[in-house]
């Protein structure tokens, strides 16, 4: 079989679409999170008869790829309390677990007119606070950053495990505001717990037969290069970059939901 058969079913532009949104994807989850806010949707649109939880299980294959690259590029140059990110990542993997359990029984929509709430707060108070993440302000003992970036890992692996959509920037924010990182440290960490909870979700659906090869495959590759792409820039850049990106995404975020739930439901 040749490589190009694998592809055989697809036109070529749902492919060449497809392999665009991921590489854009790729890129911007690199830096701030949300790339699943492109990546997702372009899947579910050019995929019209795939069933849904397939789409997801393929999303995620891709999505941990470009993940793993941008996790690699950061561990370089950012210093990690591996104790605390041990625990995090342990309670984000059990409750992204058990949110792709539960996808199949609750409606996502459900969901969403909370997400919006919480997005909007997120915006407004990014941008009232210019200095948000510009600098280190931790000040919580090391017991306090695990119990507090413990109960934020699992409600925000819960919602990766049963959604995904944004998680990136969830866990960007929490890491500032609730454990007082820079951005850029944060990006770091909520890469690496990223990985985690990608990896926690793949399993049930992986084990369920939720994927499609050939096309996890392509979305993989062009996430890895958007990835390795926005990782390096968002390092060489520093935080006043990421801010300005992670209120772009929030913003992108809020249309989203504001259409699916105004505008679809309509």
């Known amino acids: 079989m040749h490589f190009s058969d694998l592809f055989s079913d697809y036109s070529f532009t749902t492919i060449l679409l497809i392999a665009f949104f991921s590489l854009l994807a790729g890129f911007i989850d690199s830096i701030v999170g949300g790339g699943g806010l492109i990546q997702l949707p372009a899947l579910l649109i050019n995929l019209p008869h795939t069933p849904v ?3 997801f299980g393929t999303n995620k294959i891709g999505s941990l790829a470009g ?3 941008a996790a690699v590029s950061y561990s370089r140059k950012i210093k990690f309390d591996f104790k605390l990110l041990l625990v995090i990542s342990f309670f984000a993997f059990v409750s992204a677990y058990l949110g792709a359990k539960i996808v ?7 969901l969403k007119p909370i997400i919006l709430v919480i997005l909007l707060v997120i915006a407004v108070f990014t941008w009232l606070k210019k200095d948000l993440g510009s600098v280190s302000t ?3 003992s090391q ?6 970036g413990s109960i934020a890992a699992t409600l925000i692996g819960f919602y990766d495990g049963f959604f995904g959509p944004g998680t990136g920037s969830f866990f960007v924010l929490a890491f500032v505001l609730i454990l007082g990182f820079e951005f850029l440290q944060a990006t770091a960490y909520t890469k690496i717990v990223n990985c985690i909870t990608n990896i ?3 399993i049930v659906f ?3 037969g939720n994927y499609i090869l050939e096309i996890a495959i392509l979305v993989a590759a062009f996430n890895v290069i958007g990835s390795f792409i926005g990782s390096h820039m968002a390092i060489r850049k520093g935080n006043g970059f990421i801010r300005i990106v992670f209120l772009a995404i929030v913003i992108l975020m809020i249309g989203r939901y504001s259409y699916d739930i105004f505008m679809n439901n309509g």
């Open 200 to 202: 926690s979700a793949l």
């Open 138 to 140: 931790k000040s919580l």
């Open 53 to 55: 939880l397939t789409v």
């Open 206 to 208: 992986i084990r369920e």
């Open 67 to 69: 993940t793993s690259i």
């Open 143 to 148: 017991t306090r950053q695990m119990i507090y």
């Open 104 to 110: 199949s029984y609750v409606p996502v929509d459900s």
